[in-house]
């Protein structure tokens, strides 16, 4: 009777605590989401502090058990009604049954973070992207080429948290055979223009066109195709340098990886190596 008074005071507190964690732990991962932005960082592993002891009261629990058996044995044992072995052996199998009810209590305490964390994941999986595909056809490769590969008509752009246009009516045409740069200092909208033609963001003004085409009138797929972009960062993926380059093209033959790499003025480098490409891949 005393082992199962035990038991259930120990799940009433585990059931306790967990209800009342579970807000906590919403709130925490809210949190942690601010910090992370503010920071540019991704904080993990921060817990809540030990669930307000539970371990604690689980161990006096177990020791009051240990002490009040013995109390009430005491008697029996001098009486000749029990023996020093039966109460040993009720409390090696009282504690038994008390540590994996301690092991149950670890993951009660663990559930509202992962119920969390799956509604944070369903909310992922339900989410809709913003930039969406507003058309199921592309248009037609024209024969003429187009003086103006790219052009920017009177294009204004907000973030959706700002409060004003990062750009204003922005008008320049990137020509083919000639070089376009965009200088500008740090915060001035150079990157947010790259972003802006790959369509990562659409415009809150205005248009821009590739090759005479609207690029919200063709798939991102098919945007996409048609332009290469190098960031600031340079990123290399796990795998062999000729993985990495054929990301765009599955299909791309050696000597058109080659001549991506002396492009990149990295051929000298790339033929110093022992495998050079490491063609074939492991």
Excluded at 66 to 75: K, P, Q, R, T
Excluded at 198 to 204: A, G, K, N, Q, S
Excluded at 224 to 233: A, N, S
Excluded at 265 to 277: I, M, T
């Amino acid at each position: 009777m005393i082992l199962l008074g035990c038991m259930v005071v120990v799940l009433l507190l585990a059931w306790g605590i967990m209800r009342s964690a579970a807000p906590l732990f919403k709130k925490l991962q809210k949190l942690l989401d601010r910090m992370s932005t503010v920071l540019l960082e991704n904080i993990t592993g921060v817990r809540v502090v030990r669930a307000f002891n539970l371990d604690g009261l689980s161990f006096f629990f177990i020791n009051l058990f240990v002490v009040i058996v013995y109390w009430l044995c005491g008697g029996e044992i001098d009486t000749g009604n029990l023996q020093i072995g039966d109460i040993t052996a009720v409390i090696e199998y009282a504690l038994m049954v008390m540590f994996f009810l301690m092991m149950a209590q670890m993951v009660i305490l663990t559930l509202p973070r992962a119920l969390e964390c799956c509604d944070r994941v369903q909310a992922v999986l339900d989410h809709t992207p913003e930039i969406r595909d507003m058309v199921r056809e592309n248009p037609q490769e024209a024969n003429d080429k187009k003086d103006a590969v790219l052009e920017f008509k009177d294009v204004s752009f907000r973030f959706a948290d700002a409060e004003e246009n990062t750009l204003n009516h922005l008008n320049f045409q990137c020509r083919r055979g000639e070089t376009t740069a965009i200088i500008g200092g740090t915060g001035s909208g150079k990157s947010t223009v790259a972003s802006l033609i790959l369509r990562f963001h659409d415009v809150t003004e205005g248009q821009i066109s590739l090759n005479g085409t609207d690029i919200r009138k063709m798939t991102q797929s098919f945007l996409r195709d048609h332009l290469g972009y190098v960031q600031q960062k340079a990123w290399l993926f796990s795998g062999t340098i000729a993985s990495n380059l054929r990301y765009s093209n599955t299909n791309a033959p050696d000597d058109a990886l080659m001549h991506a790499v002396d492009v990149a003025q990295a051929g000298e480098f790339v033929r110093s190596l022992p495998d050079v490409l490491c063609l074939p891949e492991q």
